[in-house]
């Protein structure tokens, strides 16, 4: 069955398994949203005089058996139906009759597909922010807990200044708020009504899609009908682009993990159980987990531009090249919400080592700190800097391990509670709740 299939009309076989593609295999993903997306056009279609209220409580009924048996698993598009929205029409029309073919008035498949992406694209957004609140939460607890254990600082991979685990954790915790702000961005695209712009130039019904945005929740719609479908791969591109920044995250964190537990650097230890061995070589403990999360994670980063490529040169209005979105967006999703999962389990069980900076070998980590002891006794500090650095040159420097560093941000104030203070603001800005509720009212 297709929505668009007229009588004594036939597609070569061959042509059609080209352009349906993975859309049936991608659309399960999509089967909860199109009945969210039904539910709310019923009900406007019959405040508009489009259906009966009997009808409406009726296809309200059979969507939302339909809804429990998507939740339980036991939804399939079966053979011959070429998506989601032709499968759940199926199913209403085989239940309701012509009632069941009535729910397809105002409305095109451009914008059905486009509101069940953007349906999906914000509650997968919701759940990527979740996972990156669960990472941020356990990185400022080991912050916390290791904010006195120092650690060799670096510029240009050589030793700079003392650090500590306090900031290595903290600094990526503060990363992580940055991404929820490009995540936001990427949700707010995404929480925008498309529904009522039809195949890209609205409908001579008299639809209201004011109430449509309400009942799922959306914060406003997208006024011009023929943006709304203009919409349709800037909101994947914005979504994939917040998604790499977190990717790059997380990439940059895994690559210290490997550095940092390597035996060059020796200042973590990742436990047995999370590493792996060699065949030939019997004392290797290989951070493989890291390794293939800077991996994944670095094949993010790539995917805005595959949406960049699938768009480019395309004229305003709909074209299927934009069915390719699906396979890009969705598996990205899947992806970056199990390398936040690993992420957080591999922080939560690696070893911190301490009292590092004991070994003579990091005396020049305190350098500055030399020069600030020179400039505190009243050394004007270009002199202290060359009296250090001659004391350096002719072997009479002796490093001051005594670290006094109070300012905001520093050692010895990390602020970390300004930092989740930061992250609770944040993430309340997506109104997760008024959308929950919405669409609690509308099931």
Known sequence: MKLWQKENTVTSEKIERFTVGRDREMDLNLAEFDVLGNLAHAIMLESIGLLTRSELDALSIELKLIHKQIQSGDFVIEDGVEDVHSQVELMLTRKLGDTGKKIHSGRSRND??????????????????????????????RSEEH????LPGY?????????????????????????VIQLNAAFRLANRNPLGSGAGYGSSFPLNRTMTTELLGFEGMHHNVVYAQMSRGRTEQAALTAISSLAATVSRLAMDVCLYNSQNFSFIVLPDDLTTGSSIMPHKKNPDVAELLRAKTNRMKALPMEITMVLSNLPSGYHRDMQLLKEILMPAFDEILDCLDIATFMLENLKVKQNLLDDAKYDLLFSVERVNELVING????????????????????????????????????????????????????????????????L
């Open 112 to 141: 059905q597909v486009l509101v069940d992406m953007k349906l999906y694209t914000r509650d997968q957004l919701f759940k990527v922010v979740l996972a990156t609140n669960r990472l941020f939460d356990i990185l400022i607890k």
């Open 147 to 150: 904010k006195n254990d120092l």
């Open 155 to 179: 510029t240009h991979l050589q030793i700079a200044m003392p650090s500590s685990f306090g900031l290595w954790f903290g600094a990526y915790a503060e990363g992580l708020i940055d991404d």
């Open 379 to 442: 050394v004007p500090f270009r002199d202290a800097y060359r009296q250090v650095g001659a004391e350096i040159a002719d072997g009479t420097y002796k490093a001051p391990r005594e670290l006094n560093h109070t300012h905001e941000g520093s050692i010895g104030n990390l602020q970390n509670d300004l930092l989740r203070k930061r992250m609770d603001e944040e993430i309340g800005r997506f109104g997760f709740e008024g959308i929950t509720e919405a669409l609690s009212k509308l």
